[in-house]
Nanobody, 123 residues
Framework: QVQLVESGGGLVQAGDSLRLSCAASGLTFSSYVMGWFRQAPGKEREFVAAIRWSSGSTYYADSVKGRFTISRDNAKNTVYLQMNSLKPEDTAVYYC????????????????WGQGTQVTVSS
C-alpha cells in the first residue's frame, strides 16, 4: 500500500522559510518521480517542483525557481521542499505526489497523493 505523508506546513511571514517533508512508503523509489503541487482557494492545483528519484534531477515552476529547492533522502525515503523568501502568493495547500512514468507538470499524470499540508504566508 502506497502512502505519502506530508508535514512541515504552517503560518509564516513574508520572507520567512519553511521546509516541507513527504515520507513515502510502499514504493520502489528508484522507479518514481516525486512531485510537489499546490492549490490555493478557488484555484486549480499547480505544479511546484519535481525530482527524479533515481538521478536526483530536479524541475521547477518558474514562479518558485531560485526560491524553492526539492531534494530527497534515500535512507529516509523522504522528499523535501525547502521554501525560502516566501511570499503571500505562495499560500496554498501543498501536496506531495508520485508518478511512475515520467517527469510531468500535470497533476493527472501522478498516481499517488498525500493528504496535503497548509502553508500560509502573511504580508
Amino acid at each position: 500500500q502506497v502512502q505519502l505523508v506530508e508535514s512541515g506546513g504552517g503560518l509564516v511571514q513574508a520572507g520567512d522559510s519553511l521546509r516541507l517533508s513527504c515520507a513515502a512508503s510502499g514504493l520502489t523509489f528508484s522507479s518514481y518521480v516525486m512531485g510537489w503541487f499546490r492549490q490555493a482557494p478557488g484555484k486549480e492545483r499547480e505544479f511546484v517542483a519535481a525530482i527524479r528519484w533515481s538521478s536526483g534531477s530536479t524541475y521547477y515552476a518558474d514562479s518558485v525557481k531560485g526560491r524553492f529547492t526539492i531534494s530527497r533522502d534515500n535512507a529516509k525515503n523522504t522528499v523535501y521542499l525547502q521554501m525560502n523568501s516566501l511570499k503571500p502568493e505562495d499560500t496554498a495547500v501543498y501536496y506531495c505526489a508520485a508518478n511512475k512514468q515520467y517527469v510531468s507538470r500535470r497533476s493527472f499524470d501522478y498516481d499517488y497523493w498525500g493528504q496535503g499540508t497548509q502553508v500560509t504566508v502573511s504580508s
